[in-house]
């Protein structure tokens, strides 16, 4: 039985009575939380109307410049004014790393008109999964996350300029038994520290290439999944740094090496608890539910409107290259890690754990967009009884052998697609988002337009 607000609201109270103060945040449109302290007696008295969150979380970009495209939040008229927090009281956790420190994540709301901020990422996923449930469907996802981890200090990487840096650890040692040992304290208290935060580890190994590990997050319903996700990558990099070096989920920080993946798995659940992935009986010869094969095409076909939400920085597209294990194409194939998505069902894995993964994204994605983003396209094929558009990908047969179209190769061509007036982006999560999220790209865009590189210095400085 769900507890209603102000039975969580007395639940909570009691919980905090030995507490002095809380923390809180919320998720900026790059997955970044941002948040503070609270005094407990003030944190109490916002839990029934909310509180004022300042809104320039959303006028400003990762480095905290305002956006130089004229979103909502960047201009004087805005005022930079605040934005309704409301604490989501079910995201109660403690931060064992921080004192036990009491610790709630909120949902944001337009000061103006009081609905659901379209540029919340958390708001932006709650709207999806609502309309899931209207058609008695539950979504589930397990996030996985690759990372780079560096010998260095948030001092030293300003020092050497971010260039040169030392890893971890050295070689390529995939699933290795050796290597966590050289950070067996680390290796070990994360994993714990994390379970105890509730955002519990399925699987925790090292990744091919210097200082990688890769943790495999606990399935779970979409928006728990996408907090955990979130609150992981925060987590890591607070304890690399008592460990004394820096985590890194940049895409793709090595040029000669792969990047780092932001996969994420999805199945749908019914009322009663039934995969809706899984055939109905045995004549489904690819082991895929009709309801599963709609829940693809609608991706397949939206894939390239919502790919600068799977893609999200200017690096993101130097991971989406050929050659180095990541997705180019719209592309799918049964249990084939090679295409876009990856259908997963018997004998690969049990009946009641039918699924897909989408392997476009790498670890640099907000999750809460991102899962957001697939939903949305797999519940538009779904209602609209969309069709697969291309063949699946064969056996052993290469990415670029697939019938589907190129993904974009840059920042710009993503954005400029999911901006189109007829985009499947625009349909699935409304033009309000769009325009937001395409604004805040094109500024990265211009960002990178203007910089000069290493590249440029190191192949032009001397001989041109």
Not at 157 to 173: C, D, S
Not at 259 to 269: A, D, E, N, T
Request: proline share 4%; net charge negative.
């Amino acid at each position: 039985m769900t507890s209603t607000h102000e039975e969580l609201i007395s639940k909570i109270t009691k919980e905090l009575d030995k507490d002095a103060k809380v923390k809180v945040a919320a998720v900026d449109i790059d997955g970044v939380l941002r948040g503070k302290v609270m005094q407990k007696s003030k944190f109490l008295s916002v839990l029934k109307d909310g509180f004022g969150f300042c809104s320039v979380i959303f006028g400003w970009d990762i480095h905290d410049k305002v956006y130089l495209t004229g979103v909502e939040f960047s201009d004087e008229e805005s005022g930079f004014s605040d934005l309704v927090a409301k604490v989501d009281l079910n995201s109660f956790r403690r931060i064992p790393w921080e004192n036990n420190l009491a610790f709630f994540l909120v949902e944001l709301f337009h000061p103006k008109t009081l609905e659901p901020l379209y540029c919340c990422p958390r708001s932006t996923l709650r709207q999806v999964t609502k309309k899931l449930e209207e058609d008695g469907l539950t979504a589930y996802c397990g996030v996985e996350f690759e990372f780079f981890n560096f010998k260095e200090t948030p001092e030293t990487l300003v020092e050497k300029n971010y260039v040169g840096l030392t890893p971890l650890t050295q070689g390529m040692f995939g699933y290795s038994l050796l290597r966590p040992t050289q950070n067996q304290q680390f290796y070990d208290e994360a994993y714990d520290l994390l379970r105890d935060f509730k955002v519990d580890i399925e699987g925790w190994h090292t990744e091919t290439g210097p200082g990688v590990f890769e943790a495999a997050l606990a399935y779970n319903n979409a928006m728990e999944s996408a907090d955990r996700a979130v609150l992981f990558k925060t987590s890591i990099k607070q304890l690399a740094i008592n460990h004394g070096f820096i985590a890194s989920f940049m895409a793709k920080p090595w040029n000669d090496l792969p990047g780092c993946s932001g996969h994420i798995h999805f199945s749908l659940k019914d009322t009663d608890g039934n995969n809706v992935f899984a055939p109905e009986d045995e004549s489904s010869k690819d082991g895929m539910s009709q309801t599963m094969k709609h829940f693809v095409a609608g991706i397949l076909l939206g894939l390239p409107s919502i790919l600068a939400v799977l893609a999200p920085t200017v690096n993101s597209y130097k991971r989406l290259v050929e050659n180095y294990w990541a997705p180019v194409t719209v592309s799918w194939g049964i249990d084939n890690r090679l295409g876009a998505i990856r259908v997963i069902v018997p004998p690969s894995c049990s009946k009641s754990a039918t699924r897909l993964e989408m392997r476009v994204g790498g670890a640099d994605i907000n999750a809460h967009l991102a899962i957001a983003g697939v939903l949305a396209c797999g519940h538009w094929g779904i209602r609209n009884k969309k069709e697969i558009p291309i063949a699946p990908l064969g056996g052993d047969a290469p990415a670029d052998s697939a019938t589907g179209t190129r993904l974009a190769r840059t920042l710009q061509e993503a954005y400029e697609q999911m901006s189109q007036p007829d985009s499947v982006a625009r349909e699935v999560l409304g033009d309000s988002f769009v325009d937001h999220y395409a604004k805040v790209k094109e500024h990265e865009w211009r960002l990178w337009q203007t910089a000069v590189t290493d590249f440029e210095t190191k192949r032009y400085l001397e001989l041109i």
